[in-house]
């Protein structure tokens, strides 16, 4: 949410006066839109990465409070549980060096919070799921202490009205009933964010949309979840199933759920904002005493918090961001589809993909809406969440071929022509993007990488599921301090 709230109990009428509050939020919005308020010139890029804290075997240490207070930095924060930390990489200009740039700061700030994990006994680590997380380890007992952690879990539970139910069935199955959504905490993961203009926000965030699956493909880094192979990203499946604030009654109905990719293509930034008021039941209906008409009639610039705080709690996977720096207001597409890890340089690849992807397809000569149905970038997400590398992804044009060509032959070469469009050093374009080609020529993504080792040590080697999988996460250590693509990590 990135907002602490007080322990507080809301009433009818709190939800009656934040439903007319966030309408007029709703209103101001779009007479700022409409009155051309917002800042145009900056393309900025922001990154945030969400790590694990653990011991040697890797197992979750819940130490996050006393590592921040060590770390000493505003840049790093508390997440969801005791074991996770994230850390904010401040704006950066799109151009030039910036992915060099980006992969130094990431890195020393990560060999920073890792040296003062030390003097705990412990290690920061990047995963998507970590292999030897236990049910025992995420239980309400071990969210961080902020408030604000407990009474979203209140909410949310309050708004579903029953237990929440976790079913992911891939190579193996996995079947539990959990009384809060601790369980959310094991699904880390890096968010990028977009600056961009109000007219340029509906084809950049579509183009976010259409390439979501290739992203998850050749960026999976979650095989495993309480010691079970599910799919190749369980995060996705994972994050949608705990934060559900639907009974089983509303899903059949179709209601949609909070964990949500969406439903169509989009016109105008408005329309998110639109639906997210619309669709969704405020969990977190807290007013502000902000009237923004009036702001805005005095020439200031309002913060919009009622809009600001229920846009996060829909969790959509291209997320719009209204916000306000400097005295200026601005919008952003938050992309939350990746996994972290598993190295620093990995996490920058990603960003170089994604960021020349979406540049690429923005400029296409025909929008990716009228050449891709929507529900066929909604398939490829799950194709690509549950197969990785080795699923099949449908393109225009091109039909549907394993993802690994369709990354090699497709989409690397728009993404090259859209750093080249937003002035990217050429030598940065080709070595992050190069991490991503051959990921995609090997199909060595972390996923396939932790699954290969796991099951060389279990069904070659003589370990058992347990043992297996705390020296698959041994070795995934060492291979991710190495700061070496996966690509290159030996196997078994």
Do not use: C
């Not at 380890?137 to 071990?142: M, P, S, V």
């Not at 891939?170 to 600056?195: C, D, F, N, P, Y």
């Not at 003589?462 to 190495?482: H, I, K, N, Q, W």
Request: glycine content about 6%; overall charge negative.
């Amino acid at each position: 949410m990135g907002r602490d709230i007080d322990e507080v109990r809301f009433s009818r009428d709190d939800r009656q006066r934040y439903r007319e509050k966030v309408k007029r939020d709703l209103q101001a919005l779009g007479r700022m839109l409409d009155e051309k308020r917002f800042e145009l010139e900056r393309k900025l890029i922001g990154v945030e990465v969400e790590f694990y804290v653990v011991d040697d075997d890797g197992d979750p240490m819940m130490i996050n409070a006393e590592l921040l207070s060590r770390i000493e930095s505003t840049d790093f924060q508390t997440e969801l549980a005791q074991f996770n930390i994230e850390f904010n990489l401040a704006p950066h200009k799109l151009t030039g060096t910036v992915f060099r740039e980006i992969e130094e700061e990431l890195s020393t700030s990560f060999g920073h919070a890792d040296r003062r994990a030390n003097e705990l006994d412990a290690h920061v680590t990047m995963v998507g799921v970590l292999p030897t997380l236990k049910d025992l380890h995420a239980t309400i007992q071990n969210l961080s202490t902020n408030p604000r952690y407990h009474l979203l879990n209140e909410q949310i539970l309050e708004a579903r009205g029953e237990d929440l139910q976790l079913e992911i069935e891939g190579v193996e199955k996995l079947a539990l009933r959990t009384s809060s959504i601790a369980l959310e905490a094991a699904a880390t993961s890096v968010q990028l964010h977009l600056q961009v203009s109000p007219e340029g926000f509906p084809t950049l965030w579509n183009a976010a949309q259409a390439i979501a699956g290739a992203q998850v493909a050749v960026g999976a880094n979650s095989p495993f979840l309480l010691g079970k192979e599910l799919w190749r990203e369980t995060r996705i499946a994972l994050f949608e199933q705990v934060i559900d604030t639907r009974s089983e009654e509303l899903t059949a109905q179709g209601v949609r759920p909070r964990v949500w990719f969406g439903e169509r293509w989009i016109d105008d930034v408005r329309d998110l904002f639109d639906e997210n008021v619309r669709y969704f039941r405020a969990l977190l209906p807290y007013v502000d005493e902000e009237e923004p008409e009036q702001v805005l009639d005095r020439g200031d610039v309002p913060h919009l918090p009622e809009l600001v705080l229920h846009n996060g709690t829909v969790y959509r996977w291209n997320r719009p961001i209204y916000a306000v720096a400097r005295g200026k207001p601005h919008l952003r597409v938050e992309n939350r589809v990746l996994p972290a890890g598993p190295t620093m340089v990995d996490i920058v690849a990603n960003a170089a993909f994604y960021f020349g992807l979406v540049r690429g397809i923005s400029d296409l000569d025909e929008p990716i809406s009228k050449q891709l149905s929507f529900s066929a970038a909604y398939d490829n997400f799950r194709s690509a969440s549950r197969e990785g590398i080795d699923s099949q992804l449908f393109w225009p044009g091109v039909g549907a071929v394993p993802a690994s060509e369709l990354i090699v032959r497709t989409l690397l070469p728009i993404a090259h022509r859209g750093l080249d469009a937003w002035g990217i050093d050429r030598r940065d374009r080709d070595h992050y993007l190069g991490i991503i080609e051959q990921r995609a020529l090997r199909r060595r993504t972390g996923a396939n990488w932790q699954v290969r080792t796991f099951r060389a040590l279990y069904d070659e080697q003589g370990y058992d599921r347990d043992e297996a999988l705390v020296e698959m996460t041994r070795r995934y250590l060492v291979g991710m301090r190495s700061n070496e693509p996966v690509h290159t990590w030996e196997l078994p």
